[in-house]
């Protein structure tokens, strides 16, 4: 077995963050090979492409093999001059400009980084006050900002329910706010009262007990409140509330936070922006 | 001038993560068109195929012009189920399979949506032991963690700390933590007792005051805090310390939570996870 890894270079003329995506994305798909990655990001001068291209070349030198190039460069020139024959190079833009060119009967401006700058002004304010809402909204601190959340996350505590606020504010501009389930709430099956108003606004996350009791151990392993009989209790109680309340309710356990979220994205058709 | 918007289609049998950062900053290469996405997610049985396809070509039927389809989707059936002659497709992994797999002496797995999935579940772990640590160690909030911290980003209040923190948190899984910079740290440019141990953890962020101003009007419009004089002064004094101690600093006015974010994760030579 090979146990060299193949060295893999992400270069982008801005914050790498679209290179990355796709690269990860293309090689997620080659399991069994063992990556080193290095991401190289703001290589916008002829000056950073020249050391760039060194870099490469001495890759290619150590390791014996032509090392894989994945380039978001934009600018003609950068991109011409960072190509060396002892790499093997992808290129996110060349592959398809043409295509969109023809098709969009109009030329690409070739100007770097406009992916990830605050251009869309209004679109970067919606996601910065949708991050600051959800902090506010956090774990039912606070419940009289509900009338402007576009989602109420519903779920026992540590079912999830933060990470997924902050990433829809964060991504998405989605004014999410979140309350944890606890108490007389789940011993009765009841709506709360403060959310009766909001039904429509409510998504329910649940989770396996046993990995529920994993995550509350982490910090507070030998309370109560990471037993596995709590968790059982707390968790047949919060499914009970949403079955009888016809929530829309999504399992947690094994899902990651880009899936549950982009999953409430779609099941509560919330509108979005992007960034 | 042409005012019909051009109809664009992200379809992933995923998230649709890859796809939309993909297709997007392709697209930002023609900012004077009008575009209007259409982004599907988790498109993945046949059924779902042709139920898009049926989308297309009604698109098309009804603007008068071939729409434009991005696609991330994995698997060939679906891929060639997919495909109509009255579009235009971009496909992701169709224009860099063959080389890869041939560079890399490889076949790809053509199995699906494994870029979100929790799979490295000790990377996704880190990102989300990394938001809860940015949620606990917010704004000065508690400082006992700071020995765990890998940066620690200062600045007066609502110089963007909070929401950079938390974007390497869910992004890079760096566990960032944040102190503002308030009364006597400002008045005599002294770094604060409790931060005099991790200088080397320190990142400083300042911005313009005018714009300071205006962000603090939004929710504080009135008092004191938000007034041009007490902006100017506060970034004065907190540019002063940042000065005195030497402390890398970047200046917040007019760039994104991505650009800093990753000018952060460079400048401080961080070492992260990807998702």
Not at 237 to 250: K, M, T
Request: charge should be neutral; include cysteine.
């Amino acid at each position: 077995m090979n146990t060299q890894k193949r060295i893999i270079f992400f270069i982008s003329d801005s914050t790498g963050i679209t290179v990355e995506k796709w690269g990860h994305s293309l090689l997620s798909q080659f399991p069994d090979i063992d990556f080193q990655i290095i991401s190289l990001r703001y290589v916008d001068s002829l000056e950073k492409i020249a050391k760039t291209r060194k870099q490469i070349e001495v890759a290619a030198k150590n390791s014996g093999m032509p090392p894989l190039v994945f380039s978001t460069l934009i600018e003609l020139p950068l991109r011409a001059a960072l190509k060396t024959e002892v790499a093997v190079f992808l290129d996110m833009f060349e592959n398809f400009l043409d295509l969109l060119e023809e098709s969009l009967q109009q030329k690409a401006t070739h100007v770097r980084g406009s992916t990830h700058r605050i251009t869309g002004q209004g679109t970067y304010m919606v996601r910065m006050d949708a991050v600051n809402f959800a902090l506010r909204n956090d774990d039912g601190l606070r419940t009289q900002d509900y009338a402007q959340a576009e989602v109420i996350l519903l779920g026992v505590s540590r079912s999830g329910k933060t990470p997924v606020c902050l990433y829809l504010a964060m991504q998405y501009g989605i004014f999410a706010a979140n309350y944890p389930l606890v108490g007389e709430d789940l011993q009765f099956s009841l709506l709360p009262a403060l959310l009766q108003g909001f039904r429509q606004k409510l998504f329910a996350l649940t989770i396996e007990p046993q990995r529920l009791q994993k995550i509350r151990s982490q910090r507070h392993s030998g309370r109560h409140y990471a037993q596995i009989g709590q968790c059982r209790q707390e968790v047949a109680q919060a499914e009970e509330l949403f079955a009888v309340n016809h929530l829309p309710v999504l399992d947690t356990s094994s899902v990651s936070v880009e899936e549950i979220a982009t999953q409430i994205l779609m099941q509560m058709q919330l509108k979005y922006v992007t960034p």
